[in-house]
């Protein structure tokens, strides 16, 4: 190593350690870093950005969901017979709406009693 070499080390040493100490004291390193390397850049959590989307869509076929079935099963009314004993069938003709290759098929209510069909 030559002496220039080992000069120009010793520049940077001491450099280094102004900076050190620039940035010990400075109130707020980071906003006003004069070197871009000394400070450690804020890094944005992924976490957030990753997790929020996914959650509104479970949220919302959770609502599509809870929109198909009827609030209080078997509180149907048979207008042929009175009975509230229901069968439940899904109909395959009739498509309500597709989400991601999921089909979800209308709902036929077929009265146990009688055979009447809702
Ligand atoms: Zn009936």
Redesign the pocket.
Known sequence: MSEFEQKVLKLLEDINGKLDKLLKTEPAPISSAPTPSAAPSPVPSPAVTTVKPSAIVERQEEAARMEEKPPVEGRRV?P??G?TAFATHEDRNQVLHQMGGVKIYAKRYV?K??G?EA
Request: glycine share 12%; aromatic share 12%; with cysteine.
């Open positions: 048979c042929e017979c009975g009265c009693k009688c009447w």
